[in-house]
């Protein structure tokens, strides 16, 4: 017998069917709630709200289980190359050898992006975030592609759009940099594999020959595996939502970007470092922030820690905080805010405010002390993570088109004043 969900209001029960995933979670079917009973649920925050059944990717967080697919990220970050990862989300299988060559042809000749995008550079401050740079330029795109208006159209449109996304943020991630040193725009090359084309875009300048360092390159190529999605977090349900009106994939996806951009979300990576450098210039001792972040009336909280649903450890921050020693000793970089990090991991790790509520360094933790050795300023850090997420929105987004999930519009409890008549101003107090 299939299992319910019974509700009791009053008098009356209303059965629920319960819907069960290929990993055994559950979820009670509430889709007919409102009809039955005349009730909404209320979930500030979305923290008990499934507002999909998705087929991408598989998460545990109290296990710290993340898989894509199927294939688990451990695996993924060791063996896999990022555009692989973004074919595995997009299309649902790691790629053959032919679709793999084809997929690396379409998106290293889609790099450059139109002429006229450029002038768009050059009219931002030069003290503009490359976050709102790159927002409003992935927006942009859509204006220069009218055929992708339409989300509906056949398939080899959507792909078109999909290939000239993953290839083209680079190029727009790269230039937003350039545009904030006034240095001048460096085209991308197609002698160059995906990272390698980002590094020689953000550090070839007209004076200097860069050569993409492979170390650099393959941390590069992990940290956007690592990033590349996330099941139904703030900016992909965001994507989910935009796209759900069916406006173009453009704008879902810029939509996304900006909802990265939060320091409580993607924007952590920057907040992270900007902490730490602030941890150092004050002398380095730890308890004084740690007794910060435990006070409830001061906003400060330890940036890069705790997760909304990891409540046991981030897999990613596992397999980052190794790469993060990995890359500084193989390039040879001694940085003082690594081991910063380091002993405000253990402090936290050892105090009861943070055991208690499970709370350990997430994936933003220790990417940023990785992007550093890089080279990447900080400012840049959310985007470089935005570069990482776009196969997962993309993912998601046709997944949600796919599926014709209906328009995304939450309900509310109103708690406003009730019926008044207008007052004229003359006699309002
Ligand atoms: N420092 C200090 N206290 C914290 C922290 C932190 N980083 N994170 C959570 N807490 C405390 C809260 O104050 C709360 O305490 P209380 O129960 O006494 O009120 C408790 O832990 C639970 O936290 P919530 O904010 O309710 O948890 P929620 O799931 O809503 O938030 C979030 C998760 C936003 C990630 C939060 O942990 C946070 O702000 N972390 C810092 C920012 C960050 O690193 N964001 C990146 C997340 S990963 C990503 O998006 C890629």
């Known amino acids: 017998m ?37 009730y909404i649920t209320l979930d500030s925050g979305y923290k008990n709200t499934g507002a999909t059944t998705s087929s991408i990717t598989f998460l545990n967080g109290e296990e710290g289980i993340l898989r894509y697919s199927g294939y688990p990220i451990e695996q993924l970050a060791e063996k896999s190359t990022f555009l ?11 790629p053959t050898k032919a679709q793999f ?3 690396t042809h379409k998106i290293t000749r889609h790099t450059l992006i139109h002429e006229d995008m450029k002038d768009f550079f050059g009219a931002f401050p030069s003290k503009a975030h490359p976050m709102g740079v790159l927002a409003s330029n992935l927006i942009s795109l859509s204006t220069f592609y009218p055929e992708s208006l339409d989300p509906d159209r056949e398939d080899s449109a959507v792909d078109l759009t999909i290939m000239r996304l993953i290839a083209k943020i680079s190029t727009i991630a790269a230039w937003s940099y350039k545009n904030s040193v006034g240095h001048p725009v460096v085209y991308p090359h197609n002698k160059y594999n995906y990272c390698e084309n980002f590094l020689n875009m953000m550090f070839s300048m007209p004076t200097e020959d860069y050569e993409p360092d492979p170390v650099v390159v393959r941390a590069l190529d992990q940290l956007l595996i690592l990033h590349a ?20 994939l453009y704008s879902a996806v810029a939509a996304g970007a900006a909802a990265l951009w ?26 004084k922030w740690i007794v910060k972040a435990k006070d409830k009336d001061d906003p400060f909280r330890i940036m890069g820690f705790g997760h909304r649903v990891y409540k046991n450890f981030d897999p990613r921050a596992t397999i980052i905080k190794k790469s993060c020693d990995d890359v500084l000793n193989k390039l040879g970089i001694n940085d003082p805010i690594l ?12 105090d009861d405010y943070f055991i208690s509520r499970s709370l350990y360094p997430n994936v933003d933790f220790y990417s940023g002390i ?24 993309i993912a998601q987004w046709k997944e949600m088109i796919a599926n014709k999930e209906p328009i995304g519009r939450p309900r509310q409890i109103y708690t406003g004043a009730t019926e008044r008549p207008y007052v004229p101003m003359a006699k309002r107090k």
């Not at 299939?2 to 008098?11: C, M, N, P, R, V």
């Not at 409580?264 to 450098?277: D, K, S, T, W």
């Not at 081991?339 to 050892?350: G, I, R």
């Open 2 to 38: 299939s299992e319910t969900a019974k509700i009791q209001l009053g008098d009356e029960i209303f059965e629920f069917p319960v819907i069960t995933g290929t990993e055994n979670e559950k979820a009670i079917d509430i889709t007919t709630l409102r009809a039955k009973t005349g």
């Open 101 to 103: 060559d084809h997929w």
């Open 370 to 393: 990785i992007y550093r050795a890089m080279g990447i300023p900080t400012q840049m850090f959310t985007v470089m993570f935005a570069m990482g997420r776009l196969p997962g929105w």
């Open 84 to 94: 692989e990862v973004a074919y595995l989300l997009i299309y649902g299988e790691l």
């Open 229 to 248: 999605d996330h099941e139904q977090n703030c900016s992909t349900s965001t994507v989910r939502i935009v796209g759900s009106s069916k406006a173009n």
């Open 339 to 350: 081991e910063l990090a380091k002993q405000l991991e253990e402090v936290a790790l050892s």
């Open 262 to 287: 939060g320091p409580l979300h993607g924007g952590a990576n920057q907040a992270v470092i900007e902490m730490l450098e602030n941890i150092q210039r004050d002398g380095g001792g730890m308890q």
